[in-house]
């Protein structure tokens, strides 16, 4: 397996990408690594992985021609790499506007799919269970196709990499009751009423209760759903920290508990989801967090070698073929 990196355009920098590398080459040593990027920020990489000089990265706000302009940029080497070498996967933390324009117009829609859409797992309170949510923010706006095509994407990403049989269904909106929901949402109610394992609406403070193997969202509210979820994690773990340190007792009370309360962290902890897929590609397209340190940047290389693997793409070519 072949999988190229994009090192530069994240938050913090390259030191932790080259990182996030080793300790993923340590556990998968039979993978290759392609690093794109500055090569006197690679040298930590030498002889383990093939390096690429890159010096220019893609600024945040960078639009989609502007990224197709800057060709000698990590992000546009890399995914050329992808493109021309039939690689398996490619992984940035770049600008995320500019890292979903340039994989669209580089690698094209999937024959059939009409917008590509960003997937991640979720966890749920059943422990070891994820929920796919998608979009997450790859679009501002969706139609009712897309979000039909959405839920076809969802549970072929659910079967192939949770393993999930007969993955149930739901539309996230703000109310259970059919006829609930945005114009958009209430006309694809009406597109998934046979969809296998279609289970009606769901509402967001019951999304991650375990019920829902797929839940579909155009990208603005998934988007939202998504900075929420991650928000009130902070806002959780920086409570219970100050409840603890109060003082003498509730340090000692803390031992009693510190099991159970490591296991909320590790489920709470948005970082070992490493990214989001960019789904309805010809490739493995995965975005990790801006903000990625070494910890989360191994766990999106994790992602891309698990999709590959499936092989998800030909699952999704195969099932919207189908549609």
């Not at 839940?215 to 959780?236: Q, R």
């Not at 490591?262 to 801006?290: C, R």
Request: charged share 25%.
């Amino acid at each position: 397996m072949k999988l190229v990196v994009d090192t530069m355009g994240g938050d913090l920098g390259s030191g932790v990408i080259v990182e996030g590398i080793l300790d993923f080459l340590k556990q998968n040593p039979n993978v290759e690594i392609i690093a794109v990027g500055r090569k006197e920020d690679l040298t930590a990489l030498e002889g383990k992985c093939r390096i690429i000089h890159a010096p220019d990265i893609v600024p945040m706000e960078a639009g989609a021609l502007e990224v197709m302009r800057l060709r000698n940029s990590s992000m546009m080497v890399a995914l050329k790499l992808l493109k021309d070498e039939q690689l398996d996967g490619i992984i940035s933390c770049g600008s995320t506007g500019g890292f979903l324009a340039a994989s669209t117009i580089t690698l094209k829609l999937i024959t059939g799919v009409k917008r590509a859409a960003l997937v991640a797992p979720f966890p749920t309170y059943i422990k070891g269970k994820k929920v796919v949510i998608l979009d997450i923010g790859a679009n501002n706006e969706n139609s009712p196709e897309e979000l039909h095509q959405f839920a076809v994407m969802g549970r072929l990403y659910s079967q192939s990499v949770f393993g999930v049989k007969e993955p149930q269904v739901f539309l996230l909106s703000n109310g259970t009751e059919e006829g609930k929901g945005s114009p958009e949402v209430k006309e694809a109610q009406k597109l998934l009423k046979d969809f296998p394992g279609y289970q009606g609406n769901i509402e967001a403070r019951v999304a991650l209760d375990g019920r829902a193997d797929v839940i579909v969202t155009d990208g603005f509210t998934g988007n939202v759903f998504l900075k929420g979820t991650e928000g009130i994690a902070k806002f959780m773990s920086s409570l219970m920290k100050k409840a603890f340190k109060k003082n003498f007792w509730t340090k000692l009370g803390y031992l009693h508990v510190r099991k159970g309360i490591k296991e909320i962290a590790e489920t709470m902890d948005y970082k070992s989801t490493g990214g989001a897929m960019l789904l309805g590609l010809n490739g493995v397209v995965v975005k990790a967090h801006g903000s990625s340190d070494a910890y989360s940047f191994k766990c999106a290389l994790d992602v891309a070698k698990k999709l590959a693997e499936n092989k998800v793409i030909d699952k999704i070519k195969e099932g919207m073929s189908n549609v």
